[in-house]
C-alpha cells in the first residue's frame, strides 16, 4: 500500500507546488511508483509536469464531487514512473458542494483507496488555504509536508497551520504525522536565510528535514517549459536538492537499504 503524503502551506510563495511535482519527480527517478494529485484549483501541479488544465476534461474534482473512479483519470506523464491526477478550475467549486456531503472530509480518502495499492508513494499538492479539500488531502494522508520559506514572514501562519493539523489528527485522522517540515528558498549569502534555518530547526528541532531547498533560477523556469526541475536540468542544484529530499523520505521511512554516507548527493557547483 503506497504512502500518501500531503503538501501543504495555507501561506502561498512559500515552494509548495515546486516541492509537490519535483518530490514526486524525484521518486520516480529513484523508481518509485508515484502519483502526482493536484488538488488545486489553481492547477499548477497539472501544467508543472506538461499537461495543459485547458485540455482536461475531469480530474480529482469529479472524484470528490462525483465520486468517478480516479483510475479513469489517471494521466502518465513524461517523466520516469510518475502519473497525475490532473485538476481545473471547476476545483473551486468543490468547496461549497462538499459541505452538504456524507462524510465530506473523506472523499478524498475513499477516492484514493480505489488506486492507492498501485503506487508506492502518493502525492497531494494543497492550494494555499485551510478549506475543506485541503482538510480532505489531510484526513486521506499518512503525513504532511509543511514547506516553509526562508524569508522574514517564514514562521507567520505556520502555527495555525501546525494546530489544524493536531485538530485532523485529534477528530478526522488519528494517523496523520509530520513527515517535516522544509526549508525553501534558502540563499547562503543571506544572513537573514540562515537566521531563519536556525530559529526554525530551534522551535522544532527533529521534525525540520536535513535537506534545504536552495534559492535556484532553474528551478524557477522549468514550469514555463512544462517541466520538472528533473527533465529540465538534472544536473542544477535545485534538481540535487529535491533528489536528497526524496532519499531522506526514504531514509526515513525504512524503504531503502542505503547507508548514511550515501544519504545524500553531493553539490559540486552552484
Known amino acids: 500500500m503506497g504512502k500518501v503524503i500531503t503538501v501543504a502551506n495555507q501561506k502561498g510563495g512559500v515552494g509548495k507546488t515546486t516541492t509537490a511535482i519535483n518530490l514526486a519527480a524525484s521518486l520516480g527517478v529513484l523508481e518509485y511508483r508515484t502519483l502526482l494529485v493536484d488538488a488545486d484549483p489553481q492547477a499548477n501541479a497539472t501544467s508543472g509536469v506538461g499537461i495543459d488544465p485547458k485540455d ?5 474534482y469529479e472524484c470528490l464531487v462525483n ?29 461549497i458542494e ?33 478549506g ?6 489531510l484526513s486521506a494522508s499518512d503525513s504532511v509536508i509543511v514547506p516553509v520559506q526562508c524569508e522574514y514572514f517564514a514562521l507567520e501562519g505556520l502555527g495555525k497551520l501546525l494546530n489544524t493539523i493536531k485538530i485532523v489528527q485529534q477528530k478526522l485522522n488519528t494517523d496523520l504525522t509530520i513527515e517535516g517540515i522544509l526549508l525553501t528558498m ?15 530547526r ?25 517541466q520538472t526541475i528533473i527533465m529540465h536540468d538534472a ?18 521511512n525504512e524503504m531503502t537499504k542505503m547507508s548514511n554516507e550515501e544519504k545524500y548527493i553531493n553539490i559540486d557547483n552552484g
Do not use: W
Not at 77 to 92: C, F, K, Q, S, Y
Not at 132 to 137: E, F, M, S
Not at 211 to 222: K, Q
Not at 246 to 251: D, G, K, M, S, T
Open 186 to 200: 534558502y540563499d547562503s549569502r543571506l544572513r537573514l536565510s540562515n537566521q531563519v534555518v536556525e530559529e526554525v
Open 235 to 252: 544536473s542544477c542544484k535545485g534538481a540535487v536538492n529535491y533528489l536528497n529530499l526524496a532519499r531522506e523520505i526514504l531514509q526515513k
Open 67 to 95: 465520486e468517478i473512479d480516479p483510475a479513469e483519470l489517471i494521466i502518465k506523464t513524461e517523466n520516469p514512473n510518475l502519473d497525475l491526477i490532473p485538476a481545473h478550475i471547476d476545483l473551486v467549486g468543490a468547496e
Open 202 to 226: 530551534m522551535h522544532f528541532q527533529e521534525i525540520v528535514f536535513d535537506t534545504i531547498i536552495h534559492r535556484n533560477t532553474t528551478l524557477g523556469e522549468a514550469p514555463s517549459f512544462g
Open 56 to 60: 482536461i476534461k475531469a480530474g480529482i
Open 132 to 137: 475543506l479539500v485541503t482538510v480532505n488531502a
Open 98 to 130: 462538499l459541505i452538504n456531503m456524507n462524510n465530506r472530509e473523506y472523499m478524498m480518502r475513499n477516492a484514493l483507496a480505489k488506486v492507492r495499492d498501485d503506487y508506492d508513494f502518493i502525492i497531494i499538492d494543497c492550494s494555499p488555504s485551510l
